[in-house]
Nanobody, 122 residues
């Protein structure tokens, strides 16, 4: 499975961005996809996840009400709509996929994309 993330950029605080992650290869056994982020000098953290078949979602508390994860089943693509962005959202955002059944939300992911940089200016 290959994951290609895109959509990052520079935005002012309060603005919006939409990240995309296109999956290719052996995607038929995808259980869930997720977004993670890593800010400079910090560890990577979970942001959001979506179950591939049911569309069930899960978010870290810091983005609830501001970010929305969604998926396009036909395009094998997952999105992260980010609204009301804050400077503390600045990070490299990574998408990931989980293959096969798992707990919810998944505790581990199998494949990772290359990351896309989001910079929020104050």
């Amino acid at each position: 499975v290959q994951l290609q993330a895109s959509g990052g950029g520079l935005v002012q605080a309060g603005g919006s961005l939409r990240l995309s992650c296109a999956a290719s290869g052996r995607t038929f056994s995808t259980y869930a996809m997720g977004w993670f982020r890593q800010a400079p000098g910090k560890e990577r953290e979970f942001v959001a996840a979506i179950s591939w078949s049911l569309g069930r979602t899960y978010y870290v508390d810091s983005v609830k009400g501001r970010f929305t994860i969604s998926r396009d089943y036909a395009k094998n693509t997952v999105y992260l709509q980010m609204n009301s962005l804050k400077p503390e959202d600045t990070a490299v955002y990574y998408c990931a996929s989980r293959v096969g059944s798992s707990t919810w939300p998944p505790a581990a992911y199998d494949y990772w994309g290359q990351g896309t940089l989001v910079t929020v200016s104050s």
